[in-house]
């Protein structure tokens, strides 16, 4: 069921930004600084021993499954897996209400991807134990929105007052969408949102941020976006959402950054991507001292830790 979590996250699903306020995001933030010593194997813990988390991932991905089944097991939780739809029952026919119910039976808590907007929020109509949304297609993302915002703490020390630019293909990219929603709870943060207008975000994010009061400008120029940022959010062209290969093509080299640029243009910003990158970040930006995006992956182990905490009501 979808609502906000003021706080209280045992037992509920996790499937959109939209459920999260600020105390929510502080609260899972604090859950993720205690337990980064587990995450980056400084230290062992058995917080998660005897649960089982159910992954179910019917659409590619290697960080996210991957963090999460780490993220229980460093804390002695247990993984079971189905990956891919073509050995799943939902290529049978099953319906997701009905894979629901039947995981209910094996796991306490589920992550779960599907290429299909909405189909999280199907499953966990069925389900008894708590769903987290680990993408759903051009949907959202709402725990890498919650890595990211943890990482943009940890690199700048604040939210509060910075200005971040998310570039490219802010139409099909569900990690901008909930990066956005979240962002939202943060006193005087300004979005600079570049794309070209084929890819611009979603009318229904603008309407939100628009609500609450948050100040988004919208430029196809990359040179504006990078000039006024504190953080540049880099994304990749969502090449698989695309139903021709020519529009694909048309835009997945507008926007690509190499340490040329981030001299020239702003050295200071810290350079963030939800990886896998293709081109748009050059590999000589690693070397640039704001490359965060390997940084960011580490976090989200970290914090992915304190989620499956929090919904499986285990106190840190
Ligand atoms: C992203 C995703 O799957 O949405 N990757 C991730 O989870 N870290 C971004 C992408 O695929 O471009």
């Not at 796991?107 to 389900?127: F, N, T």
Request: charge should be negative; hydrophobic fraction near 40%.
């Amino acid at each position: 069921m979808i609502r906000v979590l003021s706080m209280d996250f045992k037992g509920s699903d996790f499937l959109s930004a939209k459920q999260l306020n600020r105390g929510d995001i502080e609260l899972v933030m604090s859950y993720a600084h205690k337990l980064e010593p587990v995450a980056q194997k400084k230290k062992t813990s058995d917080l998660l021993h005897g649960k089982i988390m159910a992954a179910l991932f019917y659409e590619p991905s290697t960080r996210t499954r991957m963090s999460f089944e780490t993220a229980m097991q460093r804390l002695g939780g247990r993984t079971v897996s189905v990956v891919g739809m073509e050995f799943s029952s939902l290529s049978k026919g099953e319906t997701l209400f009905d894979t629901g119910k039947v995981v209910e039976n094996f796991a306490d808590v589920v992550a779960m991807r599907h290429p299909k907007e909405g189909a999280i929020e199907e499953l966990a109509g069925g389900c008894n134990v708590p769903v987290i949304n680990a993408g759903d297609g051009a949907g959202e993302h709402p725990t890498q929105a919650l890595l990211d915002i943890y990482t943009i703490h940890k690199e700048k020390g604040k939210v509060d007052g910075l200005t971040v630019a998310m570039v490219g293909d802010l139409k099909f990219g569900r990690t901008v969408h909930s990066l956005s929603l979240a962002l939202s709870h943060f006193n005087d943060v300004e979005l600079v949102f570049v794309s070209p207008e084929g890819l611009k975000m979603p009318e229904h994010v603008c309407r939100m941020l628009k609500e609450k009061g948050i100040v988004y400008k919208e430029t196809e120029s990359f040179q504006e976006g990078l000039e006024r940022a504190d953080v540049v959010y880099m994304t990749r062209v969502q090449q698989e959402r695309f139903e021709v290969s020519e529009e694909y093509e048309k835009y997945r080299d507008l926007y690509i950054l190499d340490e040329k640029i981030v001299h020239e243009i702003n050295s200071e910003m810290i350079i963030m991507h939800p990886l896998p990158r293709i081109w748009e970040v050059k590999a000589d930006v690693d070397q640039v001292p704001g490359a965060a995006y390997f940084r960011q992956v580490g976090n989200g182990v970290a914090v992915r830790m304190a989620l499956l905490c929090l919904v499986l009501g285990v106190k840190v």
